[in-house]
């Protein structure tokens, strides 16, 4: 059976945790990046829910036939012996019996006396319901809970907001009370989970200055027209087959139909095969084309409205940006395509042509929290090209850590051309890669336990450094979920304790960590790791700012 690594591991615990701790809530949300892994923690959340209650009746539910297909392929590869079944029209399967259901929105939302009443539904890229009620979603998961009021609903996405109704655990209306765990892009990236990202300024800039906007992005039809010009889209493929010759398989994400048309005419121009997918691709074509595209066969795949989520192919390793758009959801899903790992790719190029990255940030630091400050902020620029390799780094870098140039001053100014101009700039990742390697063990020669405000201070001794963790135990939601993580972590019990004078009698639980390695996962962010004598390894990423 499949392994969990720590984080998944650390997703279900914090779930659990929610579910049954104090102020127990009932409807959670997972945030796990594109390529960690959601649909394995999918299939171990179900498995352990019916080793918790034999009786337990699941409904997996998503959008999409792939992912209906992936999800279901998951679960019994992890667990062959799953009662599970598929409900979807498009896979021609009607299996509504299974204790385990897989199945899509638009063949069961209406479908729920054929179904049954479900303890627990899971859905999969729930970033993609609707905060209305009057939706399928809506229909679904109210009338699932009309059936069994008790009903457990847990949502998993990368990207846990939306363009017009903000996050999903806010405001009125939301689905989910709150986010139980969410990883971070930039930790998984440095523990060699996902692929590195670089990125590269474009000579080519998509402008959208005169575009309108209507539900919180641009009006699709001004869009394609302003980014649909033949000379803008010869040059940018131009720019795209330089970069991309010894790159295996490009993705490039356009305004529209006639736009991505254009642009796969202009690869083909450039000597490289190349289709278009879009969501009036009949099937069967969509299927034999990402097929050829999985298998080497076609280098380049344009599309519009379509594979920003749900599409796997580890093997993509150039995404090519030419939608602007006001959607940070939009933006993280697109780049998120390039994450996944696969045999000899030692990276992934993205190529901002639409100014998406100075637009929402370095995609490593996009969060709930942080996606709502950048809603708005259309024009502010959040990073800048080296003048020697392309790079976008931060605006108030004075050296470029790719390729350490120290650029020329402009002419008639005497300042450097990465002069700082906002304090919050930032390139496609916030951290370069190789600053991980920097991070190294050591000994951890000492420690101690003392209450602290609202919970337990573990002060960890290397030498003549120390590593101070707050240990929320007092604290609520999120604070007291990680502290239960720490408490694990050090080999307390699983029933974690409830105040710092608890925790300071059960001290004995606890086990001195041989060794400590502390290295940045982000701008705000460190991976703090514990090695135990046993070989035992803990991690876990927190802000630096905050308790654990």
């Not at 179904?115 to 319901?129: F, K, N, S, T, Y």
């Not at 009021?149 to 996405?157: A, N």
């Not at 931060?394 to 020329?408: D, G, I, R, Y």
């Not at 390139?427 to 190294?440: C, D, G, H, N, Y």
Request: glycine content about 10%; hydrophobic content about 45%.
């Amino acid at each position: 059976m499949l392994e969990l690594r720590d984080y998944q591991r650390a997703s279900l615990d914090a779930l659990q945790a929610a579910w049954d701790g104090t102020g127990a809530i009932r409807d959670g949300l997972v945030v796990l990046p594109t390529g960690a892994g959601k649909a394995l923690v999918i299939a171990a959340l179900a498995r352990e829910t019916l080793a918790r209650a034999p009786e337990a009746r699941i409904a997996v539910v998503t959008h999409s036939r792939e992912l209906i297909a992936q999800n279901h392929r998951e679960l019994v590869g992890y667990w062959p012996a799953a009662p599970a079944g598929i409900f979807s029209a498009g896979l021609g399967r009607r299996e509504a019996g299974a204790q385990i259901l897989v199945c899509g929105i638009q063949s069961v939302w209406d479908k729920r006396d054929a179904i049954g009443p479900r303890d627990l539904v899971i859905v999969d890229e729930a970033h993609l319901i609707p905060r209305a009620a009057e939706t399928r979603y809506g229909h679904f998961l109210a009338g699932m809970r009309a059936l069994r009021p008790e009903m457990r609903v847990v949502g998993f996405t990368a990207t846990p907001y939306r363009l017009d109704s903000g996050r999903l655990d806010e405001g009125e209306g939301r689905l989910f009370e709150r986010i139980v765990y969410e990883a971070n892009v930039g930790d998984l990236i440095q523990r060699g989970w996902l692929a590195p990202l670089v990125s590269k300024a474009t000579l080519t800039v998509l402008d959208v200055s005169g575009v309108g906007r209507r539900g919180g992005d641009y009006i699709p039809s001004q869009l394609e027209a302003a980014v649909n010009q033949d000379w803008i889209t010869r040059a940018a493929v131009e720019e795209m087959a330089g970069y991309g010759r010894t790159r295996r398989a490009w993705l490039a994400f356009c305004a529209g139909l006639a736009h991505a048309q254009a642009v796969r005419d202009a690869v083909r121009a450039e000597g490289f095969s190349c289709e278009t997918i879009s969501g009036e691709t009949p099937r069967r074509m969509r299927d034999r084309t990402i097929q050829a595209f999985r298998e080497g066969r076609i280098r380049c795949l344009t599309s519009v409205g379509v594979l920003a989520t749900g599409f796997n192919v580890p093997e993509v390793d150039l995404v090519a940006l030419l939608r602007p758009t006001q959607s940070t959801g939009l933006y993280v899903q697109q780049v998120g395509r390039a994450l996944r790992r696969a045999p000899g790719k030692a990276d992934a190029l993205i190529l901002d042509y639409a100014g998406l990255v100075r637009m929402h940030g370095p995609v490593d630091i996009v969060t709930a929290r942080t996606a709502a400050a950048v809603r708005g902020r259309e024009g502010v620029a959040r990073a800048k090209p080296c003048p020697g390799c392309g790079a976008l780094i931060p605006l108030n870098a004075s050296t470029c850590e790719p390729c350490w140039v120290e650029p020329e001053a402009e002419e008639g100014e005497g300042e450097a051309k990465h002069e700082a101009a906002a304090e919050d700039a930032l390139p496609i990742l916030s951290e370069p890669v190789t600053a991980a390697l920097r991070a190294v063990w050591h000994p951890v020669t000492g420690w101690a336990l003392e209450a602290a405000p609202e919970g337990l201070d573990v002060t960890l001794a290397c030498g003549d450094e120390t590593c101070r963790i707050r240990l929320g135990l007092e604290g609520r939601g999120y604070a007291r979920e990680k502290a239960v993580l720490w408490w694990r972590g050090l080999g307390g019990g699983r029933d974690a304790p409830v105040s710092a004078a608890e925790a300071l009698r059960r001290r004995d639980e606890l086990e001195r960590p041989a060794q400590l390695r502390v290295r940045p996962a982000g701008r705000l962010n460190a991976e703090v790791s514990l090695r135990f004598p046993d070989g035992r390894v803990f991690a876990d990423t927190r802000r630096m700012e905050d308790p654990a």
